[in-house]
Each structure stands twice: as C-alpha cells, then as structure tokens.
C-alpha cells in the first residue's frame, strides 16, 4: 500500500472514528503499526496537518496518542484516558541503569559458570595424573587420613604368591620391603625369612599347612593368613600399610 494511500485510508478512519491511537488504527486498517506511526508523523510534520492529537496513557500502559481531525472537538477526560504527564526524566534513566546492571549480573553468572567448569576439568585431569603417581597404600592411606607408616623400613613376607604376580605387587607396594617365598621354598629359608619380618602373610589357598607351622615356629611379630587369590592379599597389605604406627 502506498503511502499516499495509507493516509488517505487512515484520514478517512479518523473522520468517522475519532480518538483512535496508532495502534487502534493499524489494527482497523490491517497494516503494521510502524508505518501507520511513519505516516502520521510525517503529515503532523508538515506545515498544515489535518490532524491534531491529545497525549493520554492508559492505565499500566506507555504514553501514546490519540488523534483527531482538526475540525473535531476535544474529547471528554475520563480515568480510562488521562493525559499523561511529562515523563520523568530520573526514572527513565533510574530504569536504563537497572536494565544495565540486570545484564551485567548475568554476564558474569555467565562468565563464572564457565571459568568454574573449566578450573573443574582442569583439577581433574591434575588429580588424575597425580594419582599415577601413588601407590595403593598411599592412597589408602590419604583417604583414610591416618598417618603413614614408615613403609621403608617395614619389612613384609609373602608366602604363596606366584611368580606372575610378585613384579605386579612389588610395583603397587613400592614403599614396603617386600619378599616372597612359593610352595618349593626350603623351609630353613622359609623360617629365615619370617624370623626377619615385620610381618608375615600366608595365602593359605597355594600353600600347604606344613609352611604354616614353619612360619608359626619362626615366632614373627605379625602373622596374617589370607584365605583367597591375590586380591584378598592386596587388602591385607593396604590394611597393614594404613595401621602399622611404625616399623619393629
């Protein structure tokens, strides 16, 4: 629709509807709102506009206008259209400063949302790593946030464990001096080796009662049997490492 158009439609709605806001008649004339308030301020612009238009706001609505022709008495004031008063100043700024710091707020919610992720995957990968470092006593230990013993100087006797598994179990308990003895150990050796324990464990599943008495005549200050396959041994061991407050 062109222009001209649109303000001849739009003179012809005032003349037989008078009042009508911007909205009112872009709704009645079925046009967007935006060119309706193009055409009127552009005609009210000119030198002699047919128009006139007399500030009202709605209750709990924005200032606006409603329009008139020139030859159109004033309309009558009632509570529903009320002529607004000058806008205040201080409280549209008040309120472009609220807006301002609403924004600002989620910017930074923004912001430290994802700093905090990031120092988060950050901590965990360190944590990771630093836990490659650890063996299994040192972690038990921490966790259970009694002091260490003195694992150097702990002496520890394995009877029972298989060849397989003694590089595998020497690597985990790396801080205990540990020593094995299988079913083919001399029993002179075997007794040796316990006497010279702080402790002793007898995986009771691979050898024969006969090591038991040796290791029991050997009187060692601890001795352990452990009923099971190497992960039974592996508890004991962490076990020992938490509670022994420190080595004979």
Do not use: W
């Amino acid at each position: 629709m062109q222009k001209m158009q649109i303000l001849k439609n739009i003179i012809q709605l005032i003349t037989a509807r008078p009042g009508l806001t911007p909205v009112e008649i872009a709704e009645h004339l079925k046009i967007p709102q935006p060119r309706v308030t193009s055409s009127l301020a552009t005609h009210m612009a000119k030198p002699n506009p047919v128009f006139r238009r007399e500030r009202f706001k709605p209750l709990g609505r924005m200032t606006t206008y409603r329009y008139y022709m020139l030859t159109q008495p004033a309309p009558r004031i009632t509570s529903e259209a009320v002529e607004a008063p000058p806008p205040n100043v201080q409280e549209e700024e008040q309120q472009v400063a609220d807006s301002i710091r609403v924004q600002i707020k989620r910017l930074a919610e923004a912001i430290a949302s994802e700093v905090a992720s990031r120092m988060l995957a950050e901590l965990e990968v360190a944590i990771s790593e630093k836990l490659k470092t650890l063996t299994l006593p040192q972690i038990a230990a921490a966790v259970s946030g009694k002091q260490a013993a003195p694992l150097n100087k702990l002496k520890v006797h394995v009877v029972g464990a298989y060849n397989g598994q003694i590089a595998t179990l020497k690597q985990e308990f790396g801080e205990m001096r540990l020593s094995f003895s299988n079913a083919d150990e001399n029993l002179h050796q075997l007794k040796d080796k316990a006497r010279n324990a702080d402790h002793v464990c007898i995986m009771t599943k691979f050898i024969s009662h006969k090591h038991v008495e040796v290791v029991q005549s050997a009187k060692p200050r601890n001795v352990h049997l452990v009923d099971g396959a190497v992960s039974n041994l592996r508890d004991k061991l962490t076990e020992i490492y938490v509670n022994e407050p420190s080595a004979a």
